[in-house]
């Protein structure tokens, strides 16, 4: 891991949060776990097998208030009208004001805490001073210690915090507002106040005018196929499957090791360069969702597949009262022909699954610049986009295969369910869905009969096409006889009850 310090003098010490990224799209972030005189940065990474291959002034805000309803239906031809218009600029503006702090996940997580009122009130100082920072023409000079100050500096030490306290709570700021890309991952200090710093790329006023500006184009873009849409779990999975077409994962000139410039770790990887490592996916998910009105928050802890781990980032996404785990990173795939594909797998997948790949950074009581607020508790269902329709229906746009099951009411009804559906984003931009892992959690509902409706995928190194994968998360008891086309699913925890299950 790559040591990145401000120059120290004096009482004035720093901390650095420096950031890497293994091949299979886990993060590797390097903290300072000792808050010590001089300050020293460690970190110990292991590499993750497997995975996949080589892929995997104002600011933002929310634009709208979320829907109180949790209905996530469309009729077909509405549904595929707009799949087939072509995608025009939107004809409204974002409001790219920053939300206010109360709306702030960190913060109010914060204000739960031993010491939640000191800690608010310097999250607040240090908004005011990055909104002020922001708003002026201010030029950045070089500091006598070598480091690019933003301001003159946020006192903690008249509001009872130790330093740990305070470097933890501007971790949990920066957290919260990835549109203040400008504000470097590291932090320096003195015996009371707190100093933020950016990066010389970011050191003119005339520079960092510009590059808000395409921070809205980038913006608009994506509310472009997301101004029609009538629901959150519509905005988040835009949101998804836009970032999976729009941005590649950056690597140096090796391509094999992730990319250590500063713009692959925020925004500005997907504004400027349309890449970045998972910060970039995972701020730049945040920091879009927040601006179509949703909740989000991104998430830091370990992650790997084939028990490896590296340190990663995610997100967390609140959908109808309800957070789901969303990895945008792994979501971006490249196949064995070099083809970028869009895996479905990653948005809103189920708690216990999820957890068995992602480990979040738990609370510590030391605080420090790796610290991370307690976390809501994700949802055991799956989101899976999905059509609904009964014989001599309309089709129905669901959230999930679960979702699905409660809308089937009619016991002598004929019901598809098709899966991997194709959204705005990836009808427009012609891209293929990596279609495996569609699961289940609640009964099977009641018919005269039920079919799924999957997709197959053709592995070029096996020579074969292999259809995907429908499982349920325990014992699975036939209501119906069920159809299963294109898809694979496991018989072994299922009870036939008198009903068939055939496979096409």
Same mark, same amino acid.
Request: with cysteine; charged share 20%; hydrophobic share 35%.
């Given at each position: ?11 004035l ?5 420096t950031t890497?990224?293994s ?7 390097g ?8 300050g020293?940065?460690?970190s110990?990474?292991s ?9 995997s002034?104002?600011s933002?805000?929310?634009?709208s208030?979320? !829907?109180?309803?949790? !209905?996530?239906?469309?009729s ?7 799949a087939?218009?072509e ?6 503006e974002i409001?790219f004001t920053p939300r206010?702090?109360e ?12 010491n939640g ?13 990055a ?10 000079v070089k ?6 100050l933003i ?5 903690y ?12 709570v501007w971790? @949990? ?5 990835? !549109?203040f890309?400008?504000i470097r991952?590291?932090?320096a200090y003195s015996?009371a106040d ?8 970011y050191i003119?006023?005339?520079?960092r005018?510009?590059?808000y !500006?395409?921070?809205?184009e980038?913006a608009? =873009? ?10 959150d ?5 835009i949101?998804y ?5 729009t ?10 090791t992730?990319?250590d410039e /500063?713009?692959a770790?925020?925004?500005v ?21 927040e601006?179509l009105?949703?909740?989000c928050i991104?998430v830091k802890g ?15 996404v609140?959908?109808g009262?309800?957070?789901y ?6 979501g971006? @795939? ?13 948005f809103g ?6 957890d ?19 976390l809501?508790?994700?949802?055991e269902?799956?989101?899976?986009p ?5 014989t ?6 669901v959230?999930?295969?679960?979702e ?9 009804g004929?019901?598809?369910? /098709?899966?991997?559906?194709?959204s705005?984003?990836?009808s427009?931009?012609?891209?293929k869905?990596?279609?495996f ?9 009641k018919?005269k009969?039920?079919t799924?409706?999957?997709k197959?995928?053709?592995?070029a190194?096996a020579g074969?096409y292999?259809?995907? =994968? ?9 209501a119906?006889?069920?159809t299963l086309?294109?898809?694979?699913f ?7 009850n008198?009903?068939t299950l055939?496979?096409?």
């Amino acid at each position: 891991m790559k040591k990145r310090i401000v120059g120290l003098l004096a009482c004035l010490l720093a901390v650095s949060a420096t950031t890497s990224l293994s091949a299979c799209g886990g993060v590797s972030i390097g903290f300072l776990d000792s808050l010590t005189g001089g300050g020293s940065s460690e970190s110990s990474s292991s590499g993750v097998n497997g995975g996949y291959g080589q892929s995997s002034k104002e600011s933002s805000s929310k634009t709208s208030s979320k !829907e109180e309803s949790s !209905e996530h239906t469309t009729s077909s031809d509405s549904q595929n009208s707009s799949a087939e218009q072509e995608v025009e600029k939107p004809t409204k503006e974002i409001d790219f004001t920053p939300r206010a702090k109360e709306e702030k996940y960190g913060y109010q997580a914060l204000g739960k805490e031993e010491n939640g009122t000191a800690k608010q009130r310097l999250y607040a100082s240090l908004l005011a001073s990055a909104q002020s920072f922001w708003e002026s023409d201010k030029d950045v000079v070089k500091s006598a210690q070598g480091a690019y100050l933003i301001d003159d500096g946020v006192n903690y030490s008249g509001r009872g915090l130790t330093r740990s306290e305070a470097v933890a709570v501007w971790t @949990v700021f920066r957290t919260d507002y990835p !549109e203040f890309w400008w504000i470097r991952g590291e932090i320096a200090y003195s015996n009371a106040d707190l100093y933020m710093t950016t990066d010389e790329a970011y050191i003119l006023h005339t520079t960092r005018e510009t590059i808000y !500006e395409k921070t809205k184009e980038f913006a608009l =873009d994506c509310y472009a196929y997301a101004e029609n849409a009538t629901n959150d779990f519509e905005r988040a999975w835009i949101v998804y499957d836009y970032l999976a077409v729009t941005i590649d994962y950056a690597y140096e000139a090796n391509g094999v090791t992730p990319s250590d410039e /500063t713009w692959a770790h925020d925004i500005v990887g997907s504004v400027l360069y349309k890449k970045g490592v998972c910060e970039t996916y995972a701020e730049t998910y945040a920091w879009l969702a927040e601006l179509l009105g949703l909740d989000c928050i991104v998430v830091k802890g370990v992650a790997g597949l084939n028990g490896g781990t590296e340190n990663h980032a995610w997100n967390m996404v609140e959908i109808g009262g309800v957070w789901y785990n969303v990895d945008a990173t792994w979501g971006d @795939v490249i196949d064995d022909r070099g083809n970028k594909l869009v895996h479905r797998e990653w948005f809103g997948m189920g708690k216990a699954e999820f957890d068995a790949s992602h480990v979040a950074t738990a609370p510590t009581p030391d605080y420090g610049i790796s610290y991370q607020v307690a976390l809501p508790t994700a949802s055991e269902t799956y989101l899976c986009p999905a059509y609904l329709q009964e014989t001599g229906g309309e089709k129905q746009l669901v959230y999930s295969i679960d979702e699905a099951f409660k809308k089937i009411t009619n016991e002598q009804g004929r019901y598809e369910i /098709t899966l991997y559906i194709d959204s705005v984003v990836t009808s427009q931009a012609g891209s293929k869905l990596y279609p495996f892992g569609a699961t289940f959690t609640a009964a099977l509902p009641k018919a005269k009969s039920l079919t799924f409706i999957g997709k197959k995928v053709y592995v070029a190194g096996a020579g074969q096409y292999y259809g995907s =994968d429908l499982s349920h998360t325990g014992v699975a008891t036939l209501a119906c006889n069920i159809t299963l086309k294109d898809l694979t699913f496991d018989t072994s925890n299922v009870v036939y009850n008198g009903y068939t299950l055939v496979r096409l």
